[in-house]
């Protein structure tokens, strides 16, 4: 599945040049990590965000989010925003701070 690399970019200027950023590709997709834990990432136009088991059921309460899906498996703790849901920058850094939250609240790899 290829990606899209201008939803990519938008993320690269919310995330700036903090030095623990990293990407890698996974899902199909881009994923940006923070101290080598996955934050967020970009699938098809869609963007994934980390956002925990404690954050998960608030997350999926917000508009144009859903789980992730992976097969038949839902993955706990991420969630998937639709397009229409990071369509403008307010919408796209709120979601990308959720996810950067996240795993930064996590043991660094």
Do not use: I
Not at 84 to 95: I, P
């Amino acid at each position: 599945m290829a990606y899209d690399e201008v939803l990519g970019e938008r993320v690269r200027r919310v995330l700036g040049n903090d030095p623990d950023v990293g990407e890698r590709k996974m899902f199909g997709g881009l994923a940006f990590m923070m101290a080598g834990n996955m934050a967020c990432g970009v699938m098809g136009e869609d963007l994934l965000v980390r956002v925990g088991k404690d954050g998960y059921d608030a997350a999926l309460a917000l508009p144009f989010a859903g789980p992730m899906e992976m097969g038949d498996r839902t993955m706990g703790g991420f969630v998937v925003v639709g397009g229409e849901g990071v369509a403008e920058d307010d919408q796209l850094e709120a979601w990308v701070e959720r996810g950067v939250a996240h795993a930064v609240s996590l043991p660094p790899k």
